[in-house]
């Protein structure tokens, strides 16, 4: 478990490479002329059933961690190595137990982080030169091998754990195991509220996008146009454009309600009529059912909201912002008759932990973003409104925040932190089901580690005796 929050971040230049488990070594002959020596310019530091780590695997997985900001001072070859022979064999045993995944899901996810690269350097050519990549499509290629790993990875760690619970009993054995000198340590939390408003589109301009989609939708049915094309030309979701809005889904893949009801109700070849999402407006195309999986392609369009109405929304929040501080009504009263979010707006504006749904955010387990929207708020203290762009690549919102209570750092109490203890809980017993799942399945599975790396001290039984 050591540093293995920073060694398991998304590495996506690390090289993944699938062989057969027979062979020992990847050498590359290289005749000095003096000496007419072989020198070896890469090796195999692992093997894991079917997959081969190799030396600069390791290597490449320390450069990317760098490049992503990440301290690497205590982090060690064999940590490195270690990690990534774990990541191997929860991917390898998914397989055997046919945890898979299609390639649309991971073609999927990989556009999205080509989106999301290409939106953050300007282009795919700065995306193609600062990944050391000749071309977009050796780039995806690569790219589909880490993600494809990483899917298959964690499906099976979600299906070790899945369905573990942790009874009130633990909880309470689990904390009376601790002396008082040595209880775990709760950092420093707030409690955070806002007020949202969301400007809308005009009538006009919704009109305008449902039309839109609506004479698409019949130039496809009534001229024979690629649907494929126009998904390209007009689409506005990043995840899918270049693919010509292509998504295969089930019923569990993580999609808004309205579309999944929508893309389950059509069937092969029909289009549907447009419909509205929070994301905007769509109209999505069948192409294949498979049993409870459909492959689908949709176009996205998403209303412009006008100067007015962005202007409107700040406008309101100041005076909401001026009438609380006035005393005309309390910060969570005006949440409930003002706020146009509806997950927090019941709740006096109190945002919830995605993590344990709590109302406590520890500081040093924040999201930068929302650390970046409260860091300089006052305790009690009204924000301006600000302005807070949708990821997914919807309109934006603005709000104004308050942080309603502090707790500063203390040691655990059972009755004022049990949401926490209850999670420390859980994972321990998380943490053993993995431990005894990895002893086993090294034991099952055929591993072999390079006589260079066998002196490693590894958290796991890799060299076996």
Known sequence: MIKKGIISVVVICASVFQISAQEEEIVEAVKDTTTKTRIKLDGIAAVIGDYVILDSDIEKTLIDLKTQGAST????????????????LYAHQAVQDSLLVSDEQVNAQSEAQIQQLVSQVGSMEKVLKFYKKEDPESFRKELFEINKLRMLSEKMQTKIVEGIEVTPEEVRQFFNKFDEEDLPMIGAELEISQIVKQPEPSDKEKLKIINRLKEIRQ???END????????LYSQDPGSKSKGGFYSMTRETPFVKEFKDVAFSLQEGEISEPFETDFGYHIIKVEKIRGQEVDLRHILMIPEISDEEVEKSVQELDSIRQHIIDGKYTFEEAALNFSDEKETKFDGGVLRNPIDYGSRFELTKMDPSLYNQIRNLKDGEISKPLKEDDPRGGAPKFKIMKISNRYDEHKADFARDYLKIQELALREKQFKAIKEWMEEHIEENYIHVDPDNRDCEFANNWVKN
């Not at 001072?73 to 191997?88: A, N, S, V, W």
């Not at 146009?225 to 390209?232: E, G, H, R, T």
């Open 73 to 88: 001072q205590d982090i060690t070859h064999c940590q490195l190595l270690g990690k990534l022979m774990e990541d191997r």
């Open 219 to 221: 130039d496809v049915l």
């Open 225 to 232: 146009a690629s649907f494929n094309v126009k998904a390209i």
